[in-house]
DNA sequence: ATCATGGTATGATATTTATCATAACACTTG
DNA sequence: CAAGTGTTATGATAAATATCATACCATGAT
């Protein structure tokens, strides 16, 4: 193996290439190129041409599109769930930009390359079925979740998708403005800073500017089913 | 060719099985089953276990999930857009069901092979990856614009929808009751009704029970971007 | 240091939408 | 036929949310 290649020991490497052979996978390696990206960078810009096949590695990002007058966030997403599948099979260009939220590193691998592994690998070719599958899922399930709440049910719905399935702690820093908040949400910034300030009077949160500590997890949960 | 084997004729051949080789199309389709539904009727019940893979021959029909107090529809679908494969490679119980809006007729063909076919043939499982990617697009743009109008413009989308995408035609018959456009849109059925009426007193469109007639589409079209 | 800028915060008000009530009508069922 | 049920429709009112205004604070640029 070239000592360049260090996918061997890449944590994802059973996400997408589980079922690649050595002689693939060290193709694949070879031809991989890995990119760092600063907190608040643009990884993949609405409209731009899809040249390859992106993954996170670490970090967390957000997927967005812009419209008009706004932007409209569709999804946080973190190493394992990763999105830039939906797109590559049918579309020639991005549909949504991506952009770091945390410090970030991405792995990017010739669009062809993965094209003629699903031609001729049908296990691969099954696992980015079931993996577009699961993401495709996941968009559209948290769409419908959000949108059958109301305010404060779905700023809840936010912080304890941040507190259990990102951070694993009840309190955190959010990788968020609040605007970006709204912007998931469907509803303006300051309803959203209202939210907050609503939570923390109710002493269901803390909040020290961007740091959010959950006090009374219950009502928050309970906000988060029945708000 | 075995007589009863139809498939050869079936318009949608070239979505699903371009490039299946004729013995593969052989058992195919000796070992599909046709289902006809009247309007009304429950094709898929969500959560039922995933058996086969389904896709609509002719019909309209509409994508659902029911949650605690209502039902939330996702997507309203013809033959050239249907949906079952959204779910088919990653989870083993439907995430949601569907229900004829008009007469329909689906073609069942047992999930196995179409995973043997995935495995076996790379062309088959690109398209199928393509024809997802498409599929999830579609439900993901279409909530995001909808997200992003009030209610007179979410109704104005409805009905350009069926005028031009399903219908095309300018006089037509809805095939939903005023609850069902008010659950794919996300507001009341009373504002719905109140959305119609209003571009009924304002010469946009004329009501006869379900048939819409539109009269100043240019109106209806501002209305789907502004409002 | 000063200035502009964006994020956070709060209040007052306007607008939008939901809820509740009622009624007419069509349709099914006993 | 009558009774019940669901759909369409409209009005009155309440609740939720958006909009506009203002302020404070931190940050980076000049």
């Given at each position: 193996?070239?000592?360049?290649?260090?996918?061997?020991?890449?944590?994802?490497?059973?996400?997408?290439?589980?079922?690649?052979?050595?002689?693939?996978?060290?193709n694949?390696?070879?031809?991989?190129?890995?990119?760092e990206?600063?907190?608040?960078?643009?990884?993949i810009?609405?409209?731009?041409?899809?040249?390859?096949?992106?993954?996170?590695?670490?970090?967390?990002?957000k997927?967005?599109?812009?419209?008009?007058?706004?932007?409209?966030?569709?999804?946080?997403?973190?190493?394992?769930?990763?999105?830039?599948?939906?797109?590559?099979?049918?579309?020639?260009?991005?549909?949504?930009?991506?952009?770091?939220?945390?410090?970030?590193?991405?792995?990017?691998?010739?669009?062809?390359?993965?094209?003629?592994?699903?031609?001729?690998?049908?296990?691969?070719?099954?696992?980015?079925?079931?993996?577009?599958?699961?993401?495709?899922?996941?968009?559209?399930?948290?769409?419908?979740?959000?949108?059958?709440?109301n305010?404060?049910?779905?700023?809840?719905?936010?912080?304890?998708?941040?507190?259990?399935?990102?951070?694993?702690?009840?309190?955190?820093?959010?990788?968020?403005?609040?605007?970006?908040?709204?912007?998931?949400?469907?509803?303006?910034?300051?309803?959203?800073?209202?939210?907050?300030?609503?939570?923390?009077?109710?002493?269901?949160?803390?909040?020290?500017?961007?740091?959010?500590?959950?006090?009374?997890?219950?009502?928050?949960e309970?906000?988060?089913?029945?708000?």
């Open positions: 193996m070239d000592p360049n290649c260090t996918c061997e020991k890449c944590e994802l490497k059973s996400l997408f290439f589980q079922s690649v052979s050595e002689e693939e996978l060290f694949v390696c070879n031809n991989k190129k890995e990119n990206h600063k907190k608040g960078d643009l990884i810009a609405e409209g731009s041409v899809i040249k390859d096949f992106i993954y996170l590695k670490s970090g967390l990002v997927l967005y599109k812009t419209t008009r007058d706004h932007e409209q966030i569709l999804k946080f997403a973190g190493p394992f769930d990763f999105v830039s599948i939906l797109n590559i099979f049918s579309h020639n260009k991005h549909q949504y930009s991506v952009m770091a939220l945390e410090d970030s590193v991405t792995c990017h691998v010739d669009f062809a390359e993965v094209r003629n592994m699903v031609l001729e690998n049908g296990v691969f070719a099954h696992g980015l079925l079931q993996k577009m599958g699961q993401v495709s899922d996941s968009i559209i399930q948290e769409s419908l979740q959000i949108r059958r709440h305010l404060k049910g779905r700023v809840a719905i936010v912080l304890l998708y941040f507190a259990n399935r990102v951070y694993e702690k009840d309190e955190f820093e959010l990788p968020l403005s609040r605007k970006e908040i709204a912007e998931y949400i469907g509803k303006t910034t300051e309803n959203v800073i209202r939210a907050l300030s609503d939570f923390r009077k109710s002493n269901i949160i803390k909040i020290f500017g961007k740091v959010i500590e959950i006090i009374d997890k219950e009502r928050l309970r906000l988060s089913k029945f708000g």
